[in-house]
């Protein structure tokens, strides 16, 4: 029934833009379980103190100056469907000169390609720091996580619920810290961000904007993972390896999804960012890692990203 919903949905796509999102959302959700958010006892609370104490250690432990965002949601994927459905439509949106000469049959394919990527997105996060980037007004960051994601995967990796959990959220929290500690952050990404879309929406490429993307995010990414690991107030090791290998155990399907998705590209800006901040870590300190965040000039080149001793001697 779900898998004939979101069909019907797809082929009844309508409107003038180049995506019907309604439907989108629409097939998304019928075609993805959501998951329970029956919670045990103290589950809640216990999200709420993984994220207190995640906020404490690393203020301690980076020393950058930073909260948490006042929305902090426990979801499930439905939920996360709703949350992040309007950043596709900031992002797409603009390419509606892009349709081409058939819109209808256009249409049905972006509506189609687009709930399959938030569907697939759905059933794969598991926490999400969200920046709001593009965003009109002045809603608040944002913190969620998608609960019967992280029971699945915890169990999959025969790891304690309650560790994992604690686990991801030093990871989101770690988010909120680049972002808190670098206000000019959101307004890069999206000054990069806006360019990239109007060049394609213009029928071009703008590889210094995309490049200038790829850069920043890698250090986001990579210092998250950094942040993660060595705040954590547990031992680590084990989990790391293990999501490592989940990160690149996918099946034929699942990678073919994530490659079009471009997440192939993501796995690449947690390996190689940690890297970068894993060896400026050894040599000056999480402390001296944190100095990226400092000013927008702080921030590793594309070169510097390979050669963190070249960051070194800069900065």
Do not use: C
């Not at 959101?186 to 995309?210: C, M, N, Q, V």
């Amino acid at each position: 029934m779900g898998l004939f919903r979101s069909v019907q949905a797809v082929t009844g796509a309508s409107g003038d833009g180049p995506v019907d999102w309604d439907a989108v959302g629409e097939a998304a959700k019928a075609s993805t379980d959501p998951g329970s958010l029956a919670l045990a006892d103290g589950v809640r609370e216990g999200y709420a103190a993984d994220v207190r104490d995640a906020r404490a250690r690393v203020r301690e432990v980076a020393a950058v100056e930073f909260d948490v965002p006042d929305t902090v949601e426990i979801q499930n994927r439905h939920h996360w469907i709703d949350a992040n459905i309007d950043t596709f439509r900031r992002v797409m949106d603009p390419l509606g000169e892009q349709v081409g000469m058939l819109p209808g049959i256009a249409r049905v394919a972006n509506t189609a390609s687009m709930s399959v990527a938030l569907s697939f997105l759905a059933e794969n996060v598991l926490g999400q720091y969200d920046p709001l980037l593009l965003a009109e007004g002045t809603d608040d960051h944002a913190l969620y996580f998608v609960h019967p994601n992280i029971g699945r995967v915890s169990t999959m990796l025969d790891v304690s619920e309650p560790r994992f959990r604690r686990w991801i959220a030093f990871h989101e929290v770690a988010h909120a810290a680049e972002f808190g500690a670098a206000p000019w952050l959101s307004d890069k990404l999206e000054a990069d961000l806006e360019t990239a879309i109007s060049e394609l929406a213009d029928g071009h490429i703008d590889r210094e904007s995309l490049t200038a993307l790829d850069t920043t995010m890698t250090s986001v990414e990579g210092y998250a993972e950094l942040i993660m690991d060595r705040a954590f107030d547990d031992e680590y090791a084990d989990l790391r390896e293990k999501l490592d290998e989940r990160r690149r155990g996918r099946g034929p399907i699942a990678k073919l999804i994530r490659r079009l998705l471009g997440l192939g590209m993501k796995r690449r800006q947690y390996e190689r960012g940690k890297h970068f901040f894993e060896t400026v870590a050894d040599e000056r300190g999480i402390e001296g890692a944190s100095k990226v965040w400092e000013r927008e000039a702080y921030l590793p080149t594309e070169e510097e990203l390979d050669n963190p001793a070249v960051w070194l001697d800069r900065v």
